[in-house]
Structures are given as structure tokens and as C-alpha cells.
């Protein structure tokens, strides 16, 4: 296995409690589960010479949560996957989803039951469940902060991710499907050069131009083909806490689609208001351009970050220069708020929500606390 870039990547730390720790406790106790009655396999009814085998996910995670799934993260999560099943069903109304993958139907419900048939014998059932857990773990219900793992990999539970902790460095070269994940990481590159190009739109619109609204398919198409790979490497790697840093992208890319769903509100609000900052003070007016400069920035930084190209310790002092100068422009801007009428307070808001957000990904990245 060959890369042409920078081939490590800091390994995020999250609290003990959270679900991205206990899955990983869980699946090492995977082939014991059938002998302390967690699964349950018996011939398959509609299919002769083979098995099915059903579980529940509360008693493998040993939770005491009654609803162990969130049904909106894991319907994106198949849809997401849908190109790699032959048939993908998935209803919030119902609580209730079915998948057919690799020959087998999986059936999964909202408190956490699940059922595998058409397996080809006890290995083949027991497999398919340890992949199917980790597709959909993403999903699952942190005990410790109350929200889906993805929140958690995102650090947006503000409870499970550890800022700031001593991180260890994983050689990608040394995963035996450390190429997805690489693959994964710098496709990450190409949303963000988009959001790039955003920011350089929403300045001139806040200068007076019209400007064209967000290209939010492409956008979408761009962070599907990242969940994609990062679920493939998660489903694909034999290590279950070598797999867990397929929530580095996974987490990213919620993140992201945070931001862009603030910027395409954002431009919509500048196009409908074109004279924003025309009676405004000069001060106000050419701290919030600055600001909205810096972020664009701060983003341009993160995306080389992500094309693992560059030198990680030129990226941190760059990104330092540029987090003091957004603080320090934050501060001014702060001083001022009695001044600023509810559309430029707004505007300042919407700033403030995807700074926070590129904080977030610098801290996944393992490059938090600048």
C-alpha cells in the first residue's frame, strides 16, 4: 500500500462511559453471546439448511435506555449505505427498518431488536451481525451524554469528546484498510473547497453584490461519497478499535453539514438584504467583513488539514494566527452588540456557529485547543 501524503492521523479520545468505548467492549465479548443467551440462532424457517439468529442491542450493550437507536441518524446511515444493499427500507413512523446485504435480511427496531435470517450457518449469523453493529453504531444511544454516537464523534454532546488529551498517532500504513480511511479523509478536501468558495461569495454579498445561492446537491454528493468510504472502512476492518476511527470523517462531515446549512440561510438572508452593512458604523461593519475573512480562512486551513499534504505542525501555528484574530474580532464585536440591529446580530450568530464548528473539526483532528 502506497500515499503519496502525510500518512498519520491522531486518534480522538472520548470518555469511558460514552457508546464509542463500550461498542468496542461489547464486540470483543461477540462470540460469547449466544452461550449467556444475548443471541438467540435457530433454523430459518423460510429458508431450508439455513439459519436466523435475533438479539437485542440494550442487552449486548447492557444499557438501561428503552429506546437504543435514533431512527433519524440510522435511516441516514442506510441511505447513505443503500448503494451497497440490494434492497433498503426504513421508516421513522414505524420504528422499524429492513436491509438485504450480502444474501441475508436484517430487520432492526426502535428498542433495539434485531433479526438476521437466511444465514448460512452460526459463524456466517454471527458475522453479519458484528458488521451490521458497526454500520449503525453511529446511531446508537450514548448513556453517558443522551444522544448518537455521531454527536459524540462530532463533538457536539460536549460531554464524550476529551479535549485536549494526550492523543495517539495511528499509522495508516499499518491498518490493513488504512487506504479507505486515507481515501476518506481527503475527499474531506473537496466539501471544504466548496465551503471556500462560499465564503468568498457571502463577502461579496455583504459588500453590496448579488450572489448566487449554495450548491447544496453537490455539496451533499460530496460529503455522501466521505460517509461512504468511512463506513466502508468501519464495516471492513477486522480491529473493532482500529474501525472506531471511522467516526474521524463521520464526525467531520456532521460538522460540516452544520456549516452549510447556516451559510445557505445566511446567503439567502444577504441576497433578500442586500444593504446589510451599508448604514451601519464603519467599525461594525468592517469587523463583521473581517470576521467572515478569518472564518474563510480558518476553513481553508482545516481543508489542508484534511488533504494530509501538508505539514501538521505549519497548520497549527496558521490556525493559531487565525483563531487569536477571530477571538480578538468575536471580543469587538461583543463590545458592540447593543449597536447591532437584529439582522446583524443574527449575522454575527451565524458567524459565531460555524467558528464553533471548525473548532469542533480541528479538536477531531487531534489538533484542538490552538
Not at 446511515?77 to 441475508?104: M, P
Request: charged fraction near 25%; glycine fraction near 4%; aromatic fraction near 6%.
Amino acid at each position: 500500500m502506497t500515499y503519496s501524503a502525510r500518512q498519520v492521523i491522531y486518534r480522538p479520545k472520548f470518555v469511558d462511559h460514552c457508546i464509542l468505548k463500550m461498542q468496542v467492549r461489547t464486540e470483543s465479548n461477540l462470540n460469547v453471546t449466544e452461550e449467556k443467551g444475548l443471541a438467540y440462532i435457530q433454523p430459518c424457517a423460510a429458508e431450508v439448511g439455513k439459519v436466523m439468529l435475533e438479539s437485542n442491542i440494550t442487552k449486548l450493550l447492557r444499557t438501561t435506555h428503552r429506546e437504543i437507536i435514533d431512527f433519524d441518524v440510522l435511516c441516514d446511515i442506510l441511505n447513505t449505505y443503500k448503494i451497497r444493499f440490494s434492497e433498503t427500507q426504513c421508516s421513522l413512523t414505524l420504528g422499524v427498518s429492513r436491509v438485504k446485504w450480502r444474501g441475508k435480511t436484517i430487520s432492526i427496531f426502535k428498542k433495539g431488536k434485531i433479526k438476521i435470517r437466511e444465514a448460512l450457518n452460526r459463524e456466517d449469523a454471527m458475522k453479519m451481525l458484528q458488521d451490521f453493529l458497526r454500520l449503525i453504531w453511529g446511531s446508537l444511544i450514548c448513556e453517558e451524554c443522551g444522544q448518537p454516537a455521531i454527536y459524540c464523534a462530532a463533538g457536539m454532546c460536549n460531554k464524550c469528546l476529551e479535549e485536549n488529551a494526550q492523543r495517539e498517532l495511528v499509522d495508516l500504513e499499518e491498518l490493513p484498510t488504512g487506504v479507505i480511511l486515507f481515501n476518506a479523509l481527503t475527499n474531506l478536501s473537496k466539501p471544504l473547497s466548496l465551503l471556500s468558495e462560499t465564503f468568498s461569495n457571502i463577502l461579496d454579498g455583504l459588500r453590496g453584490e448579488k450572489i448566487s445561492e449554495v450548491r447544496v446537491k453537490d455539496f451533499e454528493r460530496k460529503l455522501n461519497r466521505v460517509n461512504l468510504l468511512a463506513l466502508d472502512f468501519m464495516v471492513q476492518t477486522p480491529n473493532i478499535e482500529q474501525a472506531s476511527l471511522g467516526f474521524i470523517p463521520l464526525g467531520i462531515t456532521l460538522n460540516l453539514k452544520t456549516v452549510f446549512r447556516t451559510v445557505d440561510d445566511l446567503i439567502k438572508e444577504i441576497n433578500k438584504n442586500s444593504n446589510l452593512l451599508m448604514q451601519v458604523d464603519a467599525k461594525i461593519k468592517n469587523n463583521i467583513l473581517e470576521i467572515f475573512h478569518k472564518i474563510g480562512n480558518l476553513y481553508e486551513s482545516i481543508s489542508q488539514i484534511a488533504s494530509m499534504k501538508s505539514d501538521v505542525q505549519h497548520d497549527v501555528k496558521k490556525v493559531r494566527e487565525i483563531l487569536e484574530n477571530i477571538r480578538r474580532i468575536r471580543e469587538e464585536i461583543e463590545n458592540t452588540s447593543s449597536e447591532l440591529n437584529k439582522r446583524l446580530f443574527k449575522l454575527f450568530e451565524d458567524a459565531d456557529k460555524i467558528y464553533l464548528a471548525g473548532l469542533r473539526i480541528l479538536n477531531i483532528f487531534g489538533v484542538g485547543g490552538v
